[in-house]
């Protein structure tokens, strides 16, 4: 059974700093592409960041320079490390991992920034 467990959410000031943890059972993330996504209320689920199985990343522009997406192969965790966060990145965060037609997403991780 496949499983990717989200955690670090959190409650930070505007300009703070939180680390986003995917842990995933079931799979080895080493070949699939790993996202994170998020979901603002009533907004649509937006997509953050992406990592490759080769390792090329790629972030969306809403978060270029604050947002890096990395993965550990042995921990089978990816990351979302985020900085200079800002009330527009309240979201609830999930992770998920894609192979072909095959997506799997884990249950989400509320960041709330306060202004």
């Known amino acids: 059974q496949v499983q990717l467990v989200e955690s670090g959410g959190g409650v930070v000031q505007a300009g703070g700093s939180l680390r986003l943890s995917c842990a995933a059972a079931?799979?080895?993330?080493?070949?699939?592409?790993m996202r994170w996504h998020r979901q603002a209320p009533g907004k649509q689920r937006e997509l953050v960041a992406i990592i490759s199985s080769g390792g090329s990343t790629g972030v969306a522009d809403s978060v270029k320079g604050r947002f890096t997406i990395s993965r550990d192969n042995g921990k089978n965790t990816v990351y979302l490390q985020m900085n200079s966060l800002e009330p527009e990145d309240t979201a609830v965060y999930y992770c998920?991992?894609?192979?072909?037609?095959?997506?799997?997403w884990g249950q989400g991780t509320q960041v709330t920034v306060s202004s």
């Open positions: 079931g799979i080895a993330i080493s070949t699939y592409t």
């Open positions: 998920a991992a894609n192979k072909v037609l095959v997506t799997y």
